[in-house]
């Protein structure tokens, strides 16, 4: 049975401060500079602000409400503990990160351990969007690029958006951009069922949140 704790306790337990070392009990952490990207334009964060977090480690202790960013040009977790960034030390399974505080339906599931070509190896935080007989994932990430301004000399260094998606099915990896005819493609095989499924809810293979609840359907037959 998995045990869970209130993040007051995570803290409780997370730091024990002795000739400048950071020990714990159950979960650990290093302090982290935020200022690294001073000279990049732009934020390496997905969100700005800490965001309510669910986290799970390798041995399902959960922490509850742990004020948790992503860093997406890292691809790294931070939690916050008095106004401090910590990098996680301890080996976390799970983060359940809520972007809206006290909205369930927003929440984002990102976890490890999806290999599929060299944009995304196994020790990657990925999205995962579905899990299931057609896993779908989202492999969220920050760059570096270099832009030219008007009247600015030289080059400046700015951070970019990325992502890509992978679908999963019968053991084949697949990055796509979905569309209405992969995503056919991909339910072809339960056609008749989704397509009666689809209508009745009104969905569109076009919106992420529509196709999602086509695929949670899917993998529910």
């Known amino acids: 049975m998995q045990k869970i704790f209130l993040s007051i306790l995570f803290f409780g337990l997370t730091f ?7 020990m714990a009990d159950v979960v650990t952490g290093k302090p982290y500079t935020l200022g690294i990207y001073n000279e990049i334009r732009g934020s390496a964060f997905l969100f700005d602000d800490w965001k309510p977090t669910h986290v799970t480690d ?7 409400n742990v004020p948790v960013r992503f860093d997406a040009y890292a691809n790294k977790f931070l939690f916050n503990h008095r106004d401090t960034a910590y990098e996680f030390i301890t080996v976390v399974k ?31 935080w990925v999205q995962v969007l579905a899990e299931g007989k057609i896993t779908v994932i989202k492999y969220i990430r920050k760059t570096q690029q270099e832009i030219s301004e008007y009247n600015v000399p030289g080059k ?22 979905p569309s209405p005819k992969f995503l056919q493609e991909l339910l072809s095989d339960r056609w008749t069922l989704m397509d009666a499924f689809m209508k009745q ?3 569109s293979l076009r919106i992420e949140d529509n196709y999602l609840k086509a695929i949670n359907y899917y993998n529910s037959l």
């Open 16 to 22: 024990f401060v002795n000739s400048q070392a950071y």
């Open 58 to 64: 390798k041995d399902g202790i959960i922490f509850l």
């Open 94 to 124: 799970e983060f359940e990160l809520f972007p809206s505080r006290g909205d369930t339906t927003t929440k984002m599931v990102f976890k490890k351990g999806f290999a599929a070509d060299d944009k995304l190896t196994a020790d990657k």
């Open 156 to 177: 400046i260094n700015v951070f970019a958006d990325n992502m890509t998606y992978f679908f999963i099915k019968n053991g084949t990896t697949v990055s796509q951009r």
């Open 201 to 203: 809810h009104a969905l």
